[in-house]
């Protein structure tokens, strides 16, 4: 099929019609269906299969030549189809349904920041189910969340997921491209939460190179850079699917800069710090559940080749 001048391969109708099934069945069966998908994507996307089993063999050398390597890739493949699933279905998952299936740990760290009428600055990664983080936060707390996205190519997709996530997912999107710094800024300024994902490649001198399991990933040092520019907390949010249809949504502990080394307080150093602590905490956040992070992802795009001295 070749690419329309709009610059997309997926017609809208097609999006529609995958919100209207997942919609119609049950949730377990919408599951199962989103699993089968994972598997054919596997099948199908040769090359994001193959990044994904290198990508995973290099940071588990241990699983190297064994069969639990390839059941990871499956793992792997599998929870994405159970993303998109459960993303599909957010109009139809009722309020009762996200409190009985996704927990949330200290949303008091959440209050605190708002009472001191400064925003809330958060960090999350492609990991768990990160979409159900604002759906579920939005039944506890009024304030507006923004979610900082990068656009996708197909334009009608992304289309389609900023305007899903803003009706039925709790977040309004903020463009990296179009919004910028500005928008970030101005919805700290009334207060309110702004998220960022900070696992995306991104290239020197722009990126940082954060060591990563065990390698150096070029890494964006935007959160650090507002974080340390308005004198404000960073706070992680990480969701973690803990069995097929729940959910365990955990916020913080909260990122200072005072509890940087003495012997880094110059701010280029104080802000390499900081994006070295948040690569960290994804990837402990990670092994906990390596099969529930975008492998497919050329993470260490932009990253030294070489193993660092002890790994991670």
């Known amino acids: 099929m070749a690419r329309s001048r709009s610059g997309t391969l997926t017609p809208f109708w097609l999006m529609s019609a995958l919100v209207f099934l997942f919609g119609r069945i049950g949730h377990r069966q919408a599951l199962f269906l989103g699993r089968a998908i994972g598997d054919l994507f596997r099948i199908l996307l040769r090359k994001k299969s193959s990044r994904t089993l290198t990508n995973l063999e290099q940071a588990f ?4 030549g064994t069969p639990g390597l390839h059941s990871l890739k499956r793992a792997v493949f599998r929870h994405y189809g159970m993303l998109g699933a459960e993303f599909l279905r957010f109009p139809v998952l009722s309020d009762r349904w996200l409190r009985d299936h996704i927990a949330l740990e200290n949303v008091d760290s959440i209050l605190d920041l708002l009472a001191k009428r400064k925003g809330v600055l958060a960090f999350i990664a492609h990991f768990g189910n990160w979409e159900l983080i604002s759906k579920r936060l939005s039944l506890e707390i ?3 969340i923004h979610v900082v996205t990068r656009r996708i190519r197909d334009r009608k997709v992304d289309h389609f997921i900023r305007e899903h996530r803003a009706r039925h997912g709790g977040a309004r999107s903020l463009s990296a491209e179009d919004d910028g710094i500005r928008g970030i800024l101005k919805a700290l300024n009334r207060n309110e939460i702004v998220v960022l994902a900070m696992d995306q ?16 990933a070029g890494t964006h040092p935007g959160v650090a850079r507002i974080a340390m520019s308005r004198g404000v ?3 992680p949010a990480f969701s973690a699917r803990i069995s097929p249809d729940r959910h365990r949504v955990r916020f913080g502990p909260t990122l200072r800069f005072e509890d940087c080394p003495y012997d880094r307080r110059s701010g280029p150093e104080r802000i390499r710090w900081m994006t070295d602590r948040c690569t960290s905490l994804i990837e402990e956040r990670i092994r906990e559940y390596p099969e529930q992070w975008i492998w497919m992802h050329n993470r260490w795009k932009h990253a030294s080749p070489a193993i660092l001295s002890g790994g991670r």
Do not use: M
């Open 61 to 64: 050398p241990e699983l190297s």
């Open 142 to 144: 009024e304030t507006p």
């Open 201 to 216: 490649s991104t290239a020197p001198p722009e990126g940082l190179l954060s060591p990563f399991f065990g390698r150096t």
């Open 233 to 235: 907390p960073i706070l």
